[in-house]
T-cell receptor, first 116, second 115 residues
Framework: DARVTQTPRHKVTEMGQEVTMRCQPI?????VFWYRQTMMQGLELLAY????????DSGMPKDRFSAEMPDATLATLKIQPSEPRDSAVYFC??????????????FGAGTRLSVL | AQSVTQLGSHVSVSEGALVLLRCNYS??????LFWYVQYPNQGLQLLLK??????LVKGINGFEAEFKKSETSFHLTKPSAHMSDAAEYFC?????????????FGKGTSLLVTP
């Protein structure tokens, strides 16, 4: 059963600490997306990659957030330093990255981040 | 830019009643539209999608949606609600740029099903 795997599922940290969230996309998918979900803003696109190259990270605060794909099986989202306003659920999704009927994103279960 | 608006952040229906969740889109080009469902503490799961062709789209769990270009709508329906349908539902439109595709989600509608 192919699925997107995110770790950790929950993270509690103190303000100022570095946070790293990991995502393993579905094997064979060439696009990876990072979203943030909060009660106030809903689902926001932070960044996305195709074939490991960042295509759009305009939704991401550049001063503290960074996203990378070290290889095709791993995507990371880092926050340094973390702030209480970063508390949210962070979702990773993967897909085939083409239009039409193949433009479907498959979501992981998310990382729930709490910054105290 | 493509966007969607979901009317009603909370919808409550009785078990067995019709479910209607509203979504209107804004797009300067023919849109690709999606409905996703999110159960508590889980990620989003695709319910159905419209890309081209038949405007009435059937999805999983008995849901369907109809693309109406004249009304710029893509409302989600189910004839008879089950308790297990209680969840958050998101309408989304595909954003295309020179770099590829992403999704722009609505704010979500929380569906409550009462006995």
């Amino acid at each position: 059963d192919a699925r997107v795997t995110q770790t950790p599922r929950h993270k509690v940290t103190e303000m100022g600490q570095e946070v790293t969230m990991r995502c393993q996309p579905i094997l064979g998918h060439n696009t990876v997306f990072w979203y943030r979900q909060t009660m106030m803003q809903g689902l926001e696109l932070l960044a996305y990659f195709r074939n490991r190259a960042p295509l759009d990270d305009s939704g991401m605060p550049k001063d503290r957030f960074s996203a990378e794909m070290p290889d095709a099986t791993l995507a990371t989202l880092k926050i340094q330093p973390s702030e209480p306003r970063d508390s949210a659920v962070y979702f990773c999704a993967s897909g085939l990255g083409t239009g039409g009927s193949k433009n479907i994103q498959y979501f992981g279960a998310g990382t729930r981040l709490s910054v105290l | 830019a493509q966007s969607v608006t979901q009317l009603g952040s909370h919808v409550s229906v009785s078990e067995g009643a019709l479910v209607l969740l509203r979504c209107n889109y804004s797009s300067s080009v023919p849109p690709y539209l999606f409905w996703y469902v999110q159960y508590p503490n889980q990620g989003l799961q695709l319910l159905l999608k419209y890309t081209t062709g038949a405007t009435l789209v059937k999805g999983i769990n008995g849901f369907e949606a109809e693309f109406k270009k004249s009304e710029t709508s893509f409302h989600l329906t189910k004839p008879s609600a089950h308790m297990s349908d209680a969840a958050e539902y998101f309408c989304a439109v595909s954003l295309y740029s020179n770099s590829g595709y992403a999704l722009n989600f609505g704010k979500g509608t929380s569906l409550l099903v009462t006995p």
